[in-house]
């Protein structure tokens, strides 16, 4: 259950994306490649992110002026996930969004 801060509605149509989009190209703090797991969460996919405020926007490539989707980062926060596979490597971690209100979930 979400708590009543969280429940805010958020409306914005497909033309105020694409604008703050194209903001978010000549804007951004961070931009580059990272995994994304899909929609039924079975594989990962190498999309283009831009971090413009609070929101993440994703691409099929650095070339597309057009986000494949949007992540709203408010009241989220990221954690350090380390795997048994990965321990050995300095540079190998993951980031895994995380909601406040839910508490930690990992991936497993």
Known sequence: MLS???QRTIRVNENQLVMLSERAHFDHSLAGYLHKRTADSTKWQLRWFILYQNMLFYYDSEGCHRPSG???L?????ERLITAASSGSRNSAACDKQSTDSGPQHNQ
């Open 4 to 6: 009543p801060k969280m």
């Open 74 to 78: 408010e009241g989220c926060y990221c």
């Open 70 to 72: 949007i992540i709203l």
